[in-house]
């Protein structure tokens, strides 16, 4: 059953392994181990890839390689888990020990006698067999990918996996981190949740293989590696539950399920936390793997209750979410001996988490643009008067203030003020029903007269304003007097009798560029329609129908 090199360069080797369980609380010396494999009590591997379920006994695994040449070939010896706590190997040539390697997670990085982020060795085979006895002890899954592959072939697999877990991880960082920039932009919870529930995953999945500590802390030891693990394994969890909450708005509709939702993504973190204060890893551990379980369960089960509802692209959450669910299971699955471990299996949580990333990107992008569009209508709304559609005075505000700012020291500008004359009489002659249906007619005459340029609007009751830009006093007169005759000469007909409608106007402006002797630009808006008011004012005294002018009264003739 030994494993002949010169039919091997890479690969997993676990069908040529033998293993037993330890059986009694203290462990087995190397002899006490070698004795029991020599008495037969031992099982044959028949996958390729060990799996013997979570918080067993520690396992003792034997491997025979046989080098039939006489070439010394570099391999690596790797086990890819890297989570398992204490490893020890030894070599034995012609019954003597050749060599010992000790390394798993219970050992700080620093620590260990190897450049990787889970245990793996080089080694040489001279000819003949070499007995390779390893014993693994674990509290979480005793799941033992065993490779054995040339040095070249455990470069390149290195750099392959590189690239995977760059590609993996950086489809989602970029996501993250486009997100954590609408948050800042847009200030919408559902941004800033889906950015920290791909950062927490991230650095979640960075800390279970191994990678952050490697990098960031080799020396902090098994015990912070533990409960860094755990936490970012809940922080995801935490943050992905309340993600898929305010994204799918469950509050509206499914207030229980919502409620249920948040109390699980409270009280166990608050579990979690009770146990850290009492240094019972045990128990927040146990606590993480339920908060972990029911993220992934809760996760389906919202994204099926929001597509009862019919919220929006909430099928394609559930789709994302159930194939999501699917990977996790089947990379548990493998860990925990179920299925064959592979890199398939082993890596697939992270593509199906990287899938439903993309998904869940581009149902925000829908909830951005549909936001927007409310926004929009909203403001669209609150620019409108109701009855006549055209600007009302907060819309001509916005709009006229801005185009004041742009006033340059020589630009013209005037004001001109209508008011429908008598109005209060066609209100008690015919109702204020056919009174606004004058407002509504006025306002779309005066809109038709009005210059693409000019700003007009209904200044309020049966009052309206025009803003003329670039138009001096003269010009204005021409275009105040152009809208009164609109609606002089129109036939307005009320309850099938005509009835003449006039109006009057005041116009307030300037002249060089200069109102009252100094620069338009430099004179607040409100004066000037304050001035034109004071013209209207004028007209209804005069008579009414006519246009008034303000005159400034230095230079008044
Ligand atoms: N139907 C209708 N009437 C309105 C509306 N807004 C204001 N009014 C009425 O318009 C009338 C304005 O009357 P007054 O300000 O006294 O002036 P007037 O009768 O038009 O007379 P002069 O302006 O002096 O020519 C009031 O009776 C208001 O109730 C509206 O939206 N619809």
């Not at 676990?14 to 037993?20: A, Q």
């Not at 509802?309 to 089947?330: D, H, M, P, Y």
């Not at 509504?440 to 009751?461: P, T």
């Amino acid at each position: 059953h030994s494993l002949d090199l010169t039919s091997h360069d890479a690969g997993l080797i676990g069908k040529y392994v033998s293993f037993f369980q330890e059986d009694a609380e203290t462990p087995l010396n190397l002899e006490q181990a070698i004795a029991r494999f020599n008495e037969g009590q031992y099982i044959k591997s028949r996958s390729s890839s060990l799996s013997l379920g979570i918080g067993v006994r520690p396992v003792w695994i034997k491997l025979s390689v046989d080098n039939k040449t006489n070439i010394n070939t570099l391999y690596r010896l790797a086990i890819e888990t890297p989570w398992l706590d204490y490893i020890d190997s030894y070599h034995v040539y012609s019954d003597e020990l050749v060599r010992q390697v000790t390394g798993g997670d219970g050992m700080a990085f620093e620590y260990r006698p190897m450049p990787y982020r889970y245990f793996a060795y080089e080694t040489t085979f001279p000819k003949g067999e070499m007995d390779i006895y390893i014993r693994v002890e674990t509290a979480g899954p005793m799941a033992i990918p065993l490779y054995l592959s040339s040095s070249q072939a455990a470069i390149s697999r290195d750099i392959r996996q590189g690239y995977e877990y760059g590609v993996l991880y950086g489809i989602m960082l970029a996501l993250g981190l486009y997100n954590l920039i609408l948050f800042f932009l847009i200030r919408q919870p559902e941004f800033g949740l889906y950015s920290g529930y791909l950062f927490g995953f991230v650095a979640n999945s960075l800390s279970y293989t191994g990678q952050i500590h490697a990098v960031f802390t080799p020396d902090f030891g098994p015990y912070f590696q533990d409960w860094m693990d755990i936490s970012l394994m809940v922080t995801y969890s935490v943050l992905g539950l309340h993600f898929a909450r305010t994204l799918l708005r469950t509050r509206h509709y499914a207030p229980g399920l919502d409620k249920f939702t948040f109390w699980v993504a409270t009280l166990i973190p608050c579990g979690m936390a009770l146990g850290a204060l009492l240094s019972n890893l045990y128990i927040s551990m146990i606590l993480a793997f339920i908060l972990n379980t029911s993220f992934v369960f809760l996760f389906m089960v919202l994204g099926y209750r929001a597509y009862q509802e019919k919220v929006n692209l909430a099928l394609f959450f559930f789709i994302s979410s159930v194939t999501a669910a699917a990977c996790i299971c089947i990379s548990t699955a493998a860990v925990a001996g179920l299925l064959p471990l592979n890199d398939i299996t082993f890596k697939l949580i992270e593509v199906g988490m990287a899938f439903e990333a993309i998904v869940l990107a581009v149902l925000l992008g829908d909830r951005f643009r549909s936001t927007q569009r409310k926004h929009e209508r909203a403001e669209r709304f609150a620019r409108t008067d109701e009855l006549t559609q055209v600007l009302n005075r907060r819309g001509f505000r916005l709009l006229a203030d801005a185009v004041w700012r742009e006033l340059s020291v020589r630009d013209n500008a005037a004001v001109v003020l209508l008011d429908i004359d008598k109005f209060k009489a066609i209100n008690d002659t015919y109702g204020h029903g056919e009174g606004d249906r004058v407002i509504h007619e006025v306002a779309s005459r005066l809109r038709s007269v009005a210059r693409d340029g000019d700003i007009f609007a209904r200044w309020g009751g049966e009052e309206f304003i025009v803003l003329l830009i670039n138009t001096d006093i003269e010009q204005a007169r021409f275009q105040a007097e152009r809208l009164r005759k609109s609606i002089e000469t129109a036939q307005f007909e009320i309850m099938q009798s005509k009835v003449p409608i006039t109006v009057s106007v005041g116009v307030a402006g300037s002249n060089k560029g200069l109102f009252e002797g100094l620069p338009l630009s430099q004179q607040p808006l409100e004066k000037i329609i304050s001035k034109a008011d004071k013209a209207l004012y004028e007209a209804k005294n005069s008579g009414r129908n006519q246009v008034s002018f303000y005159i400034h009264h230095a230079s008044a003739s």
